[in-house]
């Protein structure tokens, strides 16, 4: 590749491939007879004109002409052997020349080879003698006539164009037996142990008044935060005296979960140390919280989180949450993880309530939940 090369040197080049192109198109006919030889003389030059090819638009036309000279040489090819004509090959003469073949031991340069036989052997040195065809023969018996294993292994195997594939291909090594299926039994159907249920009544009140309600459960848990934010700072207070250095005062902050921020410490609000499972719920609250615009999430001096509630008048509620910009966090918390917190905090009891696990025995009236 040279992009540096001379423009009159490329159009040179386009030049004698486009006449080579033109040629192949005007001349085919006369290309496809038997006795020419303008296709070997045409991929000559376009030999000589490739060696000065630099750039892709001159390659683009060398590969067309290849193309061009590739399906002209076919077609050549195809008259050769099948004629001009739509008969194709002549039967007669192929089973002729075919018989000749194998009668002279065709395919053998030597002829002292020992895959030979004696009467091949023969008709072939008295060819070379000079002999008519008609005297070779009388040389021995017809039984070379007919040896279809020397015509396979001299004239058909060299000449075998599918790619020679290990017998192991051609089929598997062995038959896997399909194992059987047991068919799986069920438990017999007892009418006498199902477990009665009655439909559920079901009232606008008592929609209102459920405690699992999520609406429900997220004003507790904000309202928890304002009691225990409130009660951590007063505890703090009393504990601080004006003689303490901040190390100290940083110390007892961080032994209550108040962080300089003001706010409540994430992990000890969120962690219920007596379960896995609302850890990961009050996670989700929480989360809800921030969402809405009641909770925000803040980190002080040694970009640790805290959580504080947000004072909103109602009215100014929707213009605030508008202008308020979002920003998404993923927590990653797994058992192990989970024990760490608990170990390193030294947690006991959970700031957000443990909330009271119901034994589910069957589907009720409406399913599951």
């Known amino acids: 590749y040279d992009p540096d090369q001379p423009l009159e040197e490329r159009r040179k080049v386009q030049q004698g491939f486009r006449?080579?192109?033109?040629?192949?198109?005007?001349?085919?006919?006369?290309?496809?007879?038997?006795?020419?030889?303008?296709?070997?003389?045409?991929?000559?030059?376009?030999?000589?004109?490739?060696?000065?090819?630099?750039?892709?638009?001159?390659?683009?036309?060398d590969s067309r002409l290849l193309v061009s000279t590739t399906d002209l040489s076919y077609r050549k090819t195809l008259r050769l052997t099948q004629g001009s004509l739509s008969q194709g090959i002549d039967v007669d003469d192929f089973i002729s020349k075919c018989i000749a073949y194998m009668r002279n031991g065709g395919g053998v340069a030597s002829e002292d080879s020992l895959e030979l036989s004696s009467t091949q052997r023969q008709r072939r040195r008295t060819m070379h003698d000079g002999a008519n065809d008609d005297d070779t023969g009388d040389v021995g018996d017809e039984g070379d006539m007919m040896n279809w294993a020397h015509l396979g292994r001299f004239a058909c195997l060299p000449n075998i164009r599918r790619p020679a594939?290990?017998?192991?291909?051609?089929?598997?090594?062995?038959?896997?037996?399909?194992?059987?299926?047991?068919?799986?039994?069920?438990?017999?159907?007892?009418?006498?142990?199902?477990?009665?249920?009655?439909?559920?009544?079901?009232?606008?009140?008592?929609?209102?008044?459920k405690e699992n309600d999520l609406t429900a459960i997220c004003g507790k848990i904000l309202q928890q935060l304002y009691r225990i934010q409130a009660e951590t700072q007063q505890t703090?207070?009393?504990?601080?005296?004006?003689?303490?250095?901040?190390?100290?005062?940083t110390r007892i902050m961080h032994q209550h979960g108040l962080r300089s921020t003001g706010g409540i410490d994430l992990m000890r609000f969120v962690v219920n140390p007596k379960s896995f499972g609302q850890t990961i719920e009050n996670l989700f609250y929480v989360s809800f919280l921030i969402r809405d615009g009641r909770v925000e999430i803040a980190f002080d001096d040694h970009d640790l989180p805290s959580l504080a509630p947000v004072d909103r008048e109602a009215e100014?509620?929707?213009?605030?949450?508008?202008?308020?910009?979002k920003h998404q966090a993923i927590f990653s918390m797994d058992m192990e993880t989970w024990q760490d917190i608990i170990d390193t905090l030294g947690l006991k009891e959970p700031m957000i309530e443990h909330r009271r696990e119901l034994a589910v025995s069957g589907p009720g009236a409406r399913g599951w939940y």
């Open 165 to 209: 594939l290990p017998g192991f291909l051609l089929g598997p090594l062995s038959v896997e037996k399909k194992a059987r299926k047991a068919a799986k039994r069920s438990a017999p159907f007892r009418p006498n142990s199902l477990t009665e249920t009655r439909p559920e009544i079901l009232n606008v009140d008592d929609l209102a008044k």
């Open 236 to 249: 703090v207070a009393d504990l601080i005296t004006d003689d303490m250095d901040d190390e100290e005062n």
């Open 316 to 325: 100014d509620t929707g213009a605030i949450r508008q202008a308020t910009s």
């Open 19 to 61: 006449d080579l192109l033109r040629n192949i198109t005007e001349h085919s006919e006369e290309y496809l007879q038997g006795d020419s030889h303008g296709l070997h003389e045409t991929i000559l030059r376009a030999n000589e004109l490739s060696k000065q090819v630099r750039q892709t638009t001159e390659a683009t036309i």
